[in-house]
């Protein structure tokens, strides 16, 4: 067990619709990523936060949004879903933001979200 | 841009034998990470190992080792004894301002 959780384990939906995939890191972590993995893209890196701020944004479509709370949980939101949103979508947590100076950064995922889009 | 390539698609081992699963990788930073994970059929992504850019030893974690060659700019990771529970997806990974993932290798141990 990582210490990462994710909610729900797993999301059937219809295209156009709106979901919100729930991540609460592990003890003492202020770095939040998330992350999509499908057949054709493999494993994608979506976004970062630091302690409730954006730190980093990677292939992140502008129907997706992710915020982390001052909890320190995260929560992305997909919106107009569409068929190609299918995928595994992972949080991770780590104790250190990412930066060349920072490279023992190691995240510890979550088991991951498994969106349908039917 | 950072870069990492895993060329094997699919790898093959017999129980009890050692196999390499090769990355190389591609980036102007001096200082950075590369990390190796393992994700089974089940689909959680597991942290097995990490090699820092400055480290002067290779890493090593119980049957996991990191064959880390810095000028060639590899980071092969050597699994011992291998068990049929090792049958799973590995990705190499490294970090910078964001970590970028392999494509993978499937590894399958044969008993």
């Known amino acids: 067990d990582s210490g990462v959780t994710q909610t729900p384990k797993h999301l059937i939906t219809a295209t156009g619709q709106r979901v919100t995939l729930r991540c609460s890191p592990r003890s003492g972590d202020l770095s939040v990523y998330w992350y999509q993995q499908s057949l054709d893209q493999g494993l994608q890196f979506l976004i970062q936060y630091y302690n409730g701020e954006e730190r980093a944004k990677g292939n992140i479509l502008e129907r997706f949004s992710a915020q982390q709370f001052p909890d320190l949980h995260s929560e992305l939101n997909l919106s107009s879903l569409e068929l190609g949103d299918s995928a595994l979508y992972f949080c991770?947590?780590?104790?250190?933001?990412?930066?060349?100076?920072?490279?023992?950064?190691?995240?510890?995922f979550g088991a991951g979200t498994r969106l349908s889009v039917l | 841009a950072q870069k990492i390539t895993q060329t094997q698609p699919g790898m093959f081992v017999q129980e009890k034998e050692a196999v390499t699963l090769d990355c190389t990788y591609d980036t102007s930073d001096q200082s950075y990470g590369l990390f190796w994970y393992k994700q089974p059929s089940s689909g959680e992504m597991i942290f097995l190992i990490y090699?820092?850019?400055?480290?002067?030893q290779n890493a090593t974690e119980g049957r996991y080792s990191l064959n880390f060659q810095k000028a060639r700019k590899s980071a092969n990771l050597v699994i011992s004894a291998s068990q049929l529970g090792d049958s799973a997806m590995y990705f190499c990974a490294m970090n910078g301002n964001d970590m970028r993932f392999g494509a993978g290798t499937r590894l399958t141990v044969k008993p």
């Open positions: 090699q820092g850019s400055y480290d002067e």
């Open positions: 991770a947590s780590s104790s250190r933001t990412s930066g060349s100076l920072l490279a023992k950064n190691i995240q510890y």
